[in-house]
């Protein structure tokens, strides 16, 4: 089952100007914020703040905008990327996370194995910086 990001400022909170590049820039979990960037999509993943959603379950925003297509493409695109969560494995490492997947005009029509291949390396690219992030922060 996915639980989605409903409210726009959770959408938000995903796009700030707090991207990390170097986790040497981060100073406690709060700061997480992490992007991966795909022909296909891009995608932002954040640790959420205690008290802001109480599951442990990570959860899921879908950007389609006009730009891709009409409504057609756009819920294919959304259709697509929901396919690939439900199916990813690697999500059960990370715990607490808010991910935003904003689809580009090529996810669409693109070929659904490069889009698992792509999603595979975006989740784990993730899952990767979370876990050494925790572990910096979790040893101090």
Known sequence: MIVSLKKRREF?????????????????PKDFLISYKSPFFICHARQ???GEYID??????????KRIGGAVVRNRAKRRIRALWEGHNGLQECHSLDFV????????????????????????????????????????
């Open 12 to 28: 938000l909170a995903l796009q700030g100007k707090n991207t990390a590049k170097d986790l040497g820039d981060l100073q406690s």
């Open 101 to 140: 997947v904003i689809a580009y005009n090529t996810l669409p029509n693109g070929e659904f194995a490069q889009l698992q291949h792509e999603f595979n390396r975006a989740i784990s690219y993730i899952n990767h910086k979370h876990q050494t992030f925790l572990g910096k922060h979790n040893g101090k």
């Open 48 to 50: 959420r703040q205690a």
């Open 56 to 65: 442990s379950k990570n959860r899921l925003g879908i950007v389609a905008s």
